[in-house]
């Protein structure tokens, strides 16, 4: 394999020299150019793998070379040297299009990680394969299958192209959207095609970790640190280091968690409960929720800087509403995953017109749950639009017509005994508003409750 080449730009002849030498030790080539001017030329004149950018430069800003770059070479990773405490400057730079930043004075380690990760990009982008990848179970086809945000509406090939071009960079990303849209898979995809693809994807819901066991959860700690700290354990950060860290309903975060979260993102480093020393750590923050956080930043329930630092690029999701034929692309999709054996399930007309004009509040998640009831409800395996249960549903209260569970799940049909409790206690044991909420008759919901035990 050729050695990469990397392009260091820098008036500073100390840092130059420091930036050299380690590429070098990494067995990465290097340029190196005082200016703007000598910068395009060398780019022009080279084929450079990486490009390592300082601010402020004799003849312009180092921004201006990283939009350069974006536009007329996409494929070189910029990573963008900043002055030590400036994190403006830095946000500045990662919604330009640069692929990373790091802080002067110059840590090496954290150097060093930054050009790993910049490298394996490289590779990514010209279709080479990543330097010694660490080993990793390949995913089955079915599990990539499911992975994949499917849709061709106009709305998906935005949403699409706009996460292709976040997995180049390593900004945090924050994925506005309703409830079900599919803001999580939209972080997995993020993850799975930028350079951190063969490292973890730590998924965690925020409103589910009770407050006083939250900073554990996140930072881990030390054994003795508390009562029942029988060891030490590593928290969610740690899990998480050299992957991506994905940060669901955010929004739900304690502001005394979203003082430490902060630091975190901050320093690159964390203290575990109970330890002496901080640890440095190398993780992409994804955050997402269904709440609208600006509003929450007005009414002083999360942090203005909190939110400036995790929303450097926002992903919003379209709502299914929005998104036209992708709802019967989605529905013939779940019902070949929902169909048992060789069974094969199909829509009737009225099925079809009826699934065309429902507004979906609950969107995708909503859409494969609707399917799941109803092939458990139809007969000869032909849907009906009496099946898909629609009207009772919109005929719901607002605050029924979603109900979650604690992972923020939607409840789907009749299919085990967690499920049906929590339509039962979501409408306070009122067994008919059950059944109306299941879209099931008051007959189904009794003979389920006797079959399993709760009658």
Same mark, same amino acid.
Not at 51 to 67: A, H, Q, S
Not at 164 to 192: C, F, M, W
Not at 374 to 395: F, G, H, P, Q
């Given at each position: 394999?050729?050695?990469?080449? %990397?392009?260091?730009?820098?008036?500073?002849?100390?840092?130059?020299?420091?930036?050299? $030498?380690?590429?070098?030790?990494?067995d990465?080539?290097?340029?190196?150019?005082?200016?703007?001017?000598t910068?395009?030329?060398?780019?022009?004149?080279?084929?450079?793998?990486?490009?390592?950018?300082?601010?402020?430069?004799?003849?312009?800003? #180092?921004?201006?070379l990283?939009?350069?770059?974006?536009?007329?070479?996409?494929?070189? =990773?910029?990573a963008?040297?900043? %002055? *030590? #405490?400036?994190?403006?400057?830095?946000?500045?730079?990662?919604?330009?299009?640069?692929?990373?930043?790091?802080?002067?004075?110059l @840590?090496?380690?954290?150097?060093?990680?930054?050009?790993?990760?910049?490298?394996?990009?490289?590779?990514?982008? !010209?279709?080479?394969?990543?330097?010694?990848?660490?080993?990793?179970?390949?995913?089955? *086809?079915?599990?990539?299958?499911?992975?994949?945000? $499917?849709?061709?509406?106009?709305?998906?090939? !935005?949403?699409?192209?706009?996460?292709?071009?976040?997995?180049?960079?390593?900004?945090?990303?924050?994925?506005?959207?309703?409830?079900?849209? /599919?803001? @999580?898979?939209a972080?997995?995809?993020?993850?799975?095609?930028?350079?951190?693809?063969?490292?973890?994807?730590?998924?965690?819901?925020?409103?589910?970790?009770?407050?006083?066991?939250? @900073?554990?959860?996140?930072?881990? *700690?030390?054994?003795?640190?508390?009562?029942?700290?029988?060891?030490?354990?590593?928290?969610?950060?740690?899990?998480? *280091?050299? #992957?991506?860290?994905?940060?669901?309903e955010?929004?739900?975060?304690?502001?005394?968690?979203?003082?430490?979260?902060? &630091?975190?993102?901050?320093?690159?480093?964390?203290?575990?409960? /109970?330890? !002496?020393?901080?640890?440095?750590?190398?993780?992409?923050?994804?955050?997402?929720?269904?709440?609208n956080?600006?509003?929450?930043?007005?009414?002083?329930?999360?942090? !203005?800087?909190?939110?400036?630092?995790?929303?450097?690029?926002?992903?919003?999701?379209? =709502? $299914?509403?929005?998104?036209?034929?992708?709802?019967? +692309?989605?529905?013939?999709?779940?019902?070949?995953?929902?169909?048992?054996?060789?069974?094969?399930?199909?829509?009737?007309?009225?099925?079809?017109?009826?699934? @065309?004009?429902?507004?979906?509040p /609950?969107?995708?998640?909503?859409?494969e749950?609707?399917?799941?009831?109803a092939?458990?409800?139809?007969?000869?395996?032909?849907?009906?639009?009496?099946?898909?249960?629609?009207?009772?549903?919109?005929?719901?209260?607002?605050? +029924?017509?979603?109900?979650?569970?604690?992972n923020?799940t939607?409840?789907?049909? +009749?299919?085990?005994?967690?499920?049906?409790?929590?339509?039962?206690?979501?409408?306070?044991?009122? &067994?008919?508003?059950?059944?109306?909420?299941? #879209?099931?008759?008051?007959?189904? $919901?009794?003979?389920?409750?006797?079959?399993?035990?709760?009658?």
């Amino acid at each position: 394999m050729n050695r990469h080449l %990397a392009l260091i730009v820098d008036d500073e002849p100390d840092i130059c020299e420091l930036l050299e $030498l380690t590429l070098n030790r990494m067995d990465i080539d290097t340029l190196s150019a005082g200016d703007l001017k000598t910068a395009y030329k060398l780019l022009n004149e080279n084929n450079i793998s990486i490009c390592l950018t300082d601010m402020r430069l004799p003849d312009g800003n #180092g921004i201006e070379l990283v939009k350069n770059i974006q536009q007329q070479a996409s494929h070189i =990773p910029v990573a963008m040297i900043s %002055a *030590h #405490g400036n994190m403006d400057t830095a946000i500045e730079a990662l919604k330009a299009g640069a692929f990373d930043f790091v802080s002067k004075p110059l @840590e090496l380690a954290e150097l060093r990680n930054l050009v790993n990760s910049a490298i394996k990009l490289a590779d990514k982008n !010209q279709g080479i394969s990543s330097i010694s990848p660490k080993p990793h179970t390949p995913k089955t *086809h079915s599990q990539k299958k499911q992975e994949l945000l $499917l849709g061709e509406s106009p709305a998906m090939q !935005q949403t699409r192209k706009l996460i292709d071009k976040l997995s180049k960079s390593q900004a945090p990303v924050y994925i506005s959207g309703e409830s079900g849209t /599919g803001k @999580e898979l939209a972080a997995r995809q993020i993850h799975n095609l930028s350079s951190r693809s063969d490292q973890p994807f730590v998924p965690v819901n925020c409103g589910a970790i009770p407050s006083e066991l939250m @900073e554990s959860e996140f930072f881990g *700690h030390t054994k003795g640190s508390f009562t029942g700290a029988n060891k030490d354990k590593e928290g969610l950060f740690q899990a998480a *280091h050299d #992957g991506t860290l994905f940060l669901d309903e955010i929004a739900d975060l304690p502001l005394s968690m979203q003082v430490k979260l902060l &630091r975190a993102i901050q320093e690159k480093a964390i203290r575990p409960v /109970g330890s !002496q020393k901080e640890e440095k750590i190398n993780v992409r923050i994804i955050s997402a929720t269904h709440k609208n956080l600006s509003q929450l930043v007005k009414e002083g329930k999360f942090r !203005q800087d909190l939110f400036y630092r995790i929303n450097v690029i926002e992903l919003p999701m379209p =709502p $299914l509403r929005q998104r036209g034929e992708d709802t019967l +692309l989605l529905t013939q999709y779940f019902l070949e995953k929902l169909s048992p054996g060789e069974a094969r399930y199909r829509l009737s007309k009225q099925a079809v017109l009826e699934l @065309e004009n429902y507004s979906f509040p /609950g969107n995708v998640r909503e859409l494969e749950n609707i399917l799941e009831r109803a092939i458990t409800l139809c007969e000869n395996n032909t849907i009906e639009a009496s099946d898909l249960s629609l009207k009772e549903y919109n005929s719901l209260p607002d605050s +029924l017509q979603q109900p979650v569970g604690p992972n923020n799940t939607v409840l789907s049909p +009749l299919n085990d005994v967690y499920t049906v409790k929590q339509a039962l206690e979501t409408t306070r044991w009122n &067994r008919k508003a059950a059944a109306k909420l299941l #879209g099931v008759s008051y007959r189904q $919901l009794r003979y389920k409750l006797k079959k399993l035990g709760l009658d």
